[in-house]
C-alpha cells in the first residue's frame, strides 16, 4: 500500500525507498507522483523572481492544489518558504502539525464560531468588514490573546475585501481595537494573467491607500497582492509578500498580457498522474462505446479499458475528447468516461499490453499533457484539474531524498 501518513524528511525519505520496490508500483491502479525536486526548483525560481527581500507566500489550500499537504508543508518549510496561505483552519491546523509556529494567513472569511479556534492557533485571520474586526478584537480581549490581522481591500475583485469607500474606516478600527494588531494589508486581483489595464486600475487603487497609509504614519509589516499570474506579469510591484498558488506547483497560469522581464527560468510541474490498461480489445465497425453509445467505431480499431474515470477526478467532460500517453503515442478517449474506467483508441499503438501505464498528466517520450492542456480538454482551468483529482489516487513522492 502506499504510505498515507508521517512528515518530515524522514516521511518523505521512507516514500522514496518504498517507491524503489516495483511491488509497491505494481498495486496502483491510478495515483500521481509528486517530484519535490521540481517544487524546491520552483520555489528557487519564484525567490530569485521577488529576490531577498520579499517574502514568499505559498498557497496550499485545497490540499495543497491536490498534491498532498503535510507533505508539502513539510517540503516548503525546508525550501524557503516564509508564510502558507490556507482557506480554512483545518488546513492551518495540520500544517502546524507538521511544523509548530510558521505564520499561516488565513485567506478565507472566519466565521463566527472559528474565531476562538483562530486565535488559539495562532492563525492571521483576514478581515474584511468591522463586525470580523470587532468579533476577533472582543475574542483576542477574553483570550488574552493578540490577533494579527489582515485587512483586505476589494480594489475590483468583488469577492472578500473591503470596499475602498470604507477601507480607510476600517483600518482606522483595527488600529483603534484592543486585541488586534495590522499585520497586513492586501488585495487581489480578479484577472492578472489577462487584463493589463483591469490589474494596473486594481494596483492604482491599492498603491492610493498604501499611500495614505504612509501619510498618516502607519507602517504595515506585511503588504500583498500578487498571485501566479501576476508574479509573472508584474515585475517591480511585488510589494514585500507575495502569494503564488498554481506557480509553486510549476504550472503556468493562463498568460495573455505577457511575462515580463527576463525570463525567469522554466517551471518544472511537480504532479504527474497515471493509471493503468486493465483490458485491451478489438472492436468491430458499427459497435457502441462506453453509456449512451455516444461513440461508434467507424472502422475496426483496437481499444483500452484504463483504470481511471471521473472517481478518481478524470472529469466526464473529457469524454470523446481528452487525450492520454500510451507507450509515448496520443490516445483519444472514446466513449463517456465513466466512474472508475475509461476508454481510449490505441489502434495505432504498437507492443500495447494489459497492464501497461497510461498518463493522463505529464511526459512520456517526446509527448507532454499538461493539467493546463488538459483543462482546456474540459473546458476548465489547470486550478480545478488539480484540486479535482480525488481521494482515490495514492499520492506518491520523489525527491525527498534531499530535503
Ligand atoms: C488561491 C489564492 C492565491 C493563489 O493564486 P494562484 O493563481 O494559484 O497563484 C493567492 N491569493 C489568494 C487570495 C488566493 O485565494
Redesign the pocket.
Known amino acids: 500500500m502506499p504510505p498515507t501518513a508521517g512528515t518530515g524528511a524522514e516521511f518523505l525519505a521512507g516514500v522514496s525507498a518504498a517507491l524503489q520496490s516495483s511491488a509497491v508500483k505494481q498495486a496502483y491502479r491510478c495515483w500521481a507522483e509528486i517530484d519535490l525536486t521540481a517544487l524546491r526548483e520552483n520555489l528557487a525560481l519564484l525567490r530569485n523572481r521577488v529576490g531577498p527581500s520579499v517574502r514568499i507566500l505559498t498557497?496550499v489550500?485545497a490540499d495543497a492544489?491536490g498534491h498532498g499537504l503535510k507533505q508539502i508543508a513539510a517540503l516548503l518549510m525546508q525550501s524557503g518558504t516564509d508564510i502558507f496561505?490556507v482557506?480554512n483552519l483545518g488546513e492551518a491546523e495540520a500544517i502546524l502539525n507538521v511544523g509548530r509556529g510558521w505564520p499561516v494567513l488565513m485567506?478565507g472569511a472566519s466565521l463566527p464560531d472559528e474565531i476562538e479556534l483562530a486565535l488559539r492557533l495562532g492563525v492571521m485571520p483576514t478581515v474584511s468588514s468591522r463586525e470580523e474586526a470587532q468579533a476577533f478584537s472582543g475574542a483576542a480581549v477574553r483570550l488574552q490573546k493578540r490577533a494579527k490581522v489582515h485587512v483586505k481591500i476589494d480594489t475590483g475583485m468583488g469577492r472578500l475585501g473591503v470596499a475602498m469607500k470604507d477601507a480607510r474606516a476600517l483600518i482606522r478600527d483595527v488600529l483603534q481595537l484592543p486585541g488586534l494588531v495590522l499585520e497586513g494589508v492586501y488585495t487581489?486581483y480578479a484577472d492578472a494573467g489577462e487584463d493589463l489595464a483591469f490589474s494596473r486600475l486594481q494596483r492604482r487603487r491599492f498603491s492610493d491607500l498604501l499611500r495614505w497609509l504612509g501619510q498618516i504614519g502607519v507602517r504595515v509589516p506585511m503588504i500583498h497582492a500578487s498571485?501566479?499570474?501576476a508574479?509573472l506579469s508584474d515585475a517591480g510591484s511585488h510589494f514585500n509578500v507575495v502569494?503564488?498558488?498554481?506557480?509553486v506547483y510549476g504550472v503556468m497560469?493562463p498568460m495573455r498580457t505577457g511575462i515580463s522581464g527576463a525570463v525567469i527560468g522554466r517551471f518544472r510541474p511537480a504532479l504527474s498522474w497515471f493509471c493503468r490498461i486493465g483490458l485491451i480489445k478489438e472492436v468491430e465497425p458499427g459497435a457502441r462505446l462506453s453509456y449512451g453509445g455516444t461513440f461508434v467505431a467507424a472502422r475496426k480499431m483496437r481499444v483500452a479499458v484504463l483504470t481511471a474515470g471521473y472517481g478518481d477526478g478524470y472529469f466526464r467532460a473529457g469524454s470523446n475528447r481528452s487525450e492520454v500517453l500510451i507507450r509515448g503515442r496520443r490516445c483519444r478517449v472514446v466513449g463517456r468516461v465513466t466512474m472508475d474506467q475509461t476508454l481510449v483508441d490505441v489502434s495505432e499503438v504498437d507492443g500495447i499490453e494489459v497492464g501497461d501505464v497510461a498518463v493522463l498528466i505529464g511526459r512520456q517520450g517526446d509527448q507532454e499533457i499538461t493539467a493546463t492542456a488538459l483543462a482546456e480538454s474540459w473546458g476548465t482551468i489547470a486550478?480545478e484539474v488539480l484540486t479535482g483529482i480525488t481521494y482515490r489516487v495514492a499520492r506518491v513522492y520523489r525527491g525527498g531524498e534531499a530535503a
Not at 243 to 247: A, I, K, Q, V
Open positions: 498557497v489550500k492544489y496561505g482557506a485567506l487581489h498571485n501566479s499570474a508574479l502569494r503564488p498558488g498554481l506557480l497560469p486550478w
